[in-house]
């Protein structure tokens, strides 16, 4: 019998990993502060443009439980070549979108192939590592990944006052241009072992089932979920809420984002450190924990009519160091498990945290008042939930047998 090598790990492979993984980050969070911008230039509501965002969400949710089965049949790495570059096209497309329609069409397109980088990198990850190391791994990755929301808001802030609205999507056709060579150049297969019957019908709809009965694995996805919940709350709503309500100046926005991204890096950087000490569960426990108290805190500060930058600003950031501990190690608990199907399990959380975060994205579009209310309360209820979610899932089941 032939040897099968060993794929290639390392520095190199793991930033492109990054780049991957950072695909859904980087495709919400560069353009944010066109948002009103493209409310006068489309002649629009607020709400449609939020669609451009849910749209996008709901996309690359549907898209993902297709991906993980395919890839768990014929490879991680032809598929992720075919998707990355129809993002590649979809992005130009945005770029020349002559309506609002034609935008949130094409946007949908940039999430069919944008969410492979999602899905495919996490098993990617899980494929090269155990689960310890993987949520390590994807702890650093997330620390690294910060970035994008970091420099992003600021980067399309910049842009969108000097070059247009367009030039965000510019940037992101270069970006996938730049991790499409390197899926040519560095990645090998990491699917070793393919499953010849993972497309077929009845094994996808065993597989998602088996899944979803799985106490423990939904414990950990409904905590991934709701934590980008709490995020997506706040893509969804902090343009219109800094610029339009508080009277942020555009170019100042991405100053703000970037700061709420740099306590999600933050989180994740000590996640890092600290999860082979504490351990997966621990990790999550504290992480769901933190957002809840600060998410609560900060929807008390709008109720109490306390609205400037600030108070919206400074408990975000906090929740965003919980989120950094939840996301790299609640994704690494629920697919640990199933080395087998990575695919699959890595594509169901990845549908439950896009599709419900886009149900709460139009909810957040929908109920915008020209408060700070809306957004902080949206933050506040879905990182509770996450909190007692996980709880009741996974603290309360009995242990598995290392």
């Known amino acids: 019998m032939t040897a099968i ?16 993984v950072a695909f859904q980050a980087i495709s919400t969070d560069l353009y944010l502060a066109s948002l009103p911008t493209m409310v006068q230039v489309f002649a629009t509501s607020e709400a449609n443009v939020q669609l451009t965002l849910s749209v996008f ?15 768990d049949r014929f490879g991680r790495r032809p598929v992720l070549r075919v998707a990355i570059a129809l993002y590649v096209a979809a992005s130009l497309a945005c770029a020349m979108a002559p309506t609002i329609e034609a935008l949130i069409f094409f946007r949908l397109m940039q999430a069919v192939g944008s969410c492979a980088g999602v899905t495919l990198g996490r098993a990617v990850a899980r494929d090269l590592y155990s689960p310890v190391v993987a ?19 600021m980067l399309g802030s910049w842009m969108t006052v000097h070059l247009g609205w367009q030039a965000n999507f510019l940037f992101l056709a270069g970006f996938g241009t730049i991790c499409l060579v390197g899926l040519y150049t560095l990645l090998d297969e990491t699917n070793l072992h393919p499953d010849p019957h993972a497309i077929a019908p009845k094994r996808i709809l065993a597989n998602y089932l088996s899944l979803l009965g799985d106490r423990v694995y939904l414990g950990y996805a409904l905590a991934v979920t709701l934590a980008y919940c709490g995020i997506f709350s706040f893509i969804s709503g ?11 100046p555009t170019e100042y926005f991405g100053f703000c984002f970037g700061a709420a991204a740099a306590g999600y890096s933050v989180g994740a950087l000590a996640a890092g450190k600290l999860i082979q000490r504490f351990g997966i569960e621990r990790m999550v426990t504290a992480g769901t924990l933190i957002s809840a108290v600060f998410g609560v805190l900060g929807a008390a500060l709008a109720w109490a009519g306390i609205a400037n930058v600030w108070a919206v600003l400074l408990p975000f950031i906090v929740v965003m160091a919980g989120i950094g501990f939840t996301l790299p190690a609640g994704i690494a608990g629920a697919i640990g ?4 199907m990575a695919g699959a399990a890595s594509a169901m959380v990845g549908f439950l945290q896009l599709g419900i975060a886009a149900a709460v994205g139009v909810g957040v579009g929908q109920i915008l008042d020209g408060t700070t209310r809306p957004m902080t309360t949206a933050v506040a209820v879905v990182s509770v939930i996450g909190l007692v979610s996980f709880w009741a899932l996974v603290k309360t089941a009995p242990k598995r047998a290392a």
């Open 5 to 20: 090598a060993a794929p290639r790990s390392g520095a190199a492979v793991n930033l492109l990993l990054t780049g991957l």
């Open 238 to 248: 902090s343009s219109f809420t800094l610029i339009d309500v508080l009277g942020l």
């Open 337 to 340: 498990p199933y080395p087998r």
């Open 57 to 71: 969400l709901l996309g690359s949710a549907l898209m993902q439980l297709a991906y993980g089965p395919i890839s």
């Open 135 to 153: 949520a390590r791994v994807l702890a650093y990755m997330a620390s690294a990944m910060a970035i994008a929301p970091i420099v992003g808001p």
